[in-house]
């Protein structure tokens, strides 16, 4: 049951980043979905788990956009690395704790991302653009990462997931 | 930081993520269109959602407007119908002309329409993604079309969804005419402002056209992607570019491109697509 749910999660998580508005001021960064999800799996898995599913995701974002195969699932792994890292570093109200490494993360993700499109050749490399995204992202995180980390955190729960805890 | 698992976890991982980033191509695009095709039914149901939603809350927002929307419809199809008219009159002399002087009769084109179900989620491109794909007949460089004038073409194609580069993404050029003054360019996009503004630039205009605000746009049919005339923007300024030699106009593309929910695919007639040119 644990790993179909989780593929169910990855999937959803990239359909919903994928229709959601991207707002132009926000350098056209749709709410960073999948990215809040690896911080979900960053909080509560294994460091190996927890990569090994940033990889997943990495694949199934790329695969709805056109990013090359491969980019978001780099990016997506040094997130949850970060977060992994810093995990234990709570504070007191759990949201603003997912508020800030999930902007953290996907903030990093968008900027590791964009560096490698730039350096692959994909995208011109524009500072203010770049700046803009990374910002953009981090900011929108900060608002979804908690709210998806709620939701999948009680999907866990009702699917008998959650018994062990954090590992 | 590796104590129990030892090295090999990491290894593994490690290389998982270099084979992923030098995947050959062909094999790639296989593995992204294969999830894309497994999500697809989620996708379009998803959008289809969010759609209906949006529509009915536009319908709740405007119900007070109704009846003047009504009247302002009525008087634009009344309009429509005159111009249909004339048109209609003026392509019977087209043929007869074309007939006359033995020109081949110019094959017509089919029109799919499609729902925009997604754009592109990392920001990175102006891309969208159709509810159609090969299953409806679509390929690559195929033109999109929304009611108001030119919004991309068709890049990459799965059974059931295609993939659209929109004319405002810096890496799309199409070749353009102005018909007031003859004049042609490449156009190109240079993304989204952050004000939401898209605004394409033409570039390599003849210095010797002056080019005037309100300009039209359409597409020249040079280049065997898109067919001649077919609407793009009008011009918003126009100005030297960095050689001098040439000009390059700013042109506000005629499609909503920010806020397009549907789109209309350019197909070959049945003859087109067998060869029958």
């Not at chain 1, 919903?16 to 960073?32: E, F, N, W």
């Not at chain 1, 709570?90 to 800030?100: G, Q, S, Y």
């Not at chain 2, 993304?191 to 390599?204: A, K, N, S």
Request: proline share 6%; aromatic share 4%.
């Amino acid at each position: 049951m644990k790993w179909p749910a989780t593929v169910v999660l990855i999937g959803a998580a990239g359909v919903l980043q994928a229709v959601l508005p991207a707002p132009a001021i926000a350098g056209q960064t749709a709410p960073p979905v999948m990215a809040s999800l690896v911080v979900h799996f960053a909080l509560r898995r294994s460091r190996a788990e927890a990569l090994s599913l940033a990889i997943a995701c990495g694949v199934v974002f790329d695969s709805l956009g056109r990013v090359p195969l491969g980019f978001s699932s780099a990016a997506f792994a040094a997130a949850a690395l970060l977060v992994h890292r810093y995990r234990d570093e709570v504070f007191e109200w759990r949201a603003l704790t997912h508020v800030i490494l999930g902007a953290a993360a996907a903030g990093g993700a968008t900027l590791i991302t964009g560096l490698l499109l730039t350096a692959a050749g994909h995208v011109a490399f524009a500072l203010g653009w770049l700046t803009l995204k990374t910002a953009g992202a981090a900011v929108l995180a900060g608002v979804t990462a908690p709210l998806v980390c709620a939701a999948a955190q009680r999907l866990e729960h009702l699917i008998g997931l959650d018994a062990g805890g954090r590992r | 930081m590796v104590r129990r698992g030892g090295f090999l976890p990491w290894i593994v991982l490690l290389t998982v993520l270099l084979a992923l980033l030098n995947l050959p191509l062909p094999l790639a695009a296989g593995i992204k269109a294969s999830v894309r095709e497994t999500l697809a039914p989620l996708h379009a149901l998803i959008s289809r959602a969010g759609l209906r939603l949006r529509e009915a809350f536009d319908t709740l927002r405007g119900i007070g407007g109704l009846a003047a929307e009504n009247r302002a419809l009525q008087a634009e199809m009344l309009r429509l119908r005159t111009e249909v008219r004339s048109l209609q009159a003026a392509a019977r002399d087209n043929d007869e002309l074309r007939a006359l002087i033995g020109f081949r009769q110019r094959a017509g084109r089919r029109l799919t329409a499609a729902e925009v179900i997604a754009r592109d989620s990392s920001g990175w491109w102006q891309t969208l993604r159709l509810d159609r794909g090969r299953m409806d007949g679509l390929r690559p460089d195929l033109p999109v079309l929304t009611p108001d004038g030119l919004a991309g073409r068709i890049t990459e194609v799965t059974d059931r969804t295609a993939d659209v580069l929109l004319i405002s993404d810096p890496g799309c050029r199409v070749s353009v005419r102005l018909p007031r003054t003859g004049a042609h360019g490449i156009l190109r996009g240079t993304g989204m402002r952050p004000d939401g503004q898209i605004l394409c630039r033409v570039d390599f205009v003849h210095p010797r056209h002056a080019i005037r605000p309100g300009d039209e746009v359409a597409t020249s049919g040079l280049g065997g992607i898109y067919p001649p005339d077919l609407p793009v923007g009008h011009v918003e300024t126009a100005t030297p570019d960095a050689t001098g030699i040439y000009r390059t106009a700013w042109v506000l593309p005629r499609a909503d491109l920010g806020r397009m929910r549907r789109a209309f695919v350019l197909t070959p007639s049945a003859s087109e697509a067998g060869g029958g040119r």
